[in-house]
Nanobody, 124 residues
Framework: VQLQASGGGLVQAGGSLRLSCAAS????????MTWFRQAPGKEREFVATIYRNNNNAYYTDSVKGRFTISRDIRENTVSLQMNSLKPEDTAVYYC??????????????????WGQGTQVTVSS
């Protein structure tokens, strides 16, 4: 499956952005869809996911209550609504598709399809 991420940009602290990831060329329903991010000099880290087996959403603690992940089966897209953005949210955001077991949903090595990344910059 091919993934195309979009929606990044520059926003002031407290603002909002909505990222989208369009999937093509595969069975979208069969994948767990996940957002990761990577800040300069840091490891790529898990942000949020929709797990394919139960359709539940899971978030890293630092974004709970601020970010919402959703998927549109008809449009083959997964979105990340980001509210109350903070400077520490600044990173390149990547969407990923895979079929990890639940215990591995936060592990970037469990995903084998990646989008190209979209830059999110939050100014203070």
């Amino acid at each position: 499956v091919q993934l195309q991420a979009s929606g990044g940009g520059l926003v002031q602290a407290g603002g909002s952005l909505r990222l989208s990831c369009a999937a093509s060329g595969g069975s979208f329903r069969s994948y767990t869809m996940t957002w990761f991010r990577q800040a300069p000099g840091k490891e790529r880290e898990f942000v949020a996911t929709i797990y394919r087996n139960n359709n539940n959403a899971y978030y890293t603690d630092s974004v709970k209550g601020r970010f919402t992940i959703s998927r549109d089966i008809r449009e083959n897209t997964v979105s990340l609504q980001m509210n109350s953005l903070k400077p520490e949210d600044t990173a390149v955001y990547y969407c990923a598709a895979g079929r990890p077991v639940l215990s591995s949903i936060t592990d970037k090595n469990a995903y084998y399809h990646w989008g190209q990344g979209t830059q999110v910059t939050v100014s203070s």
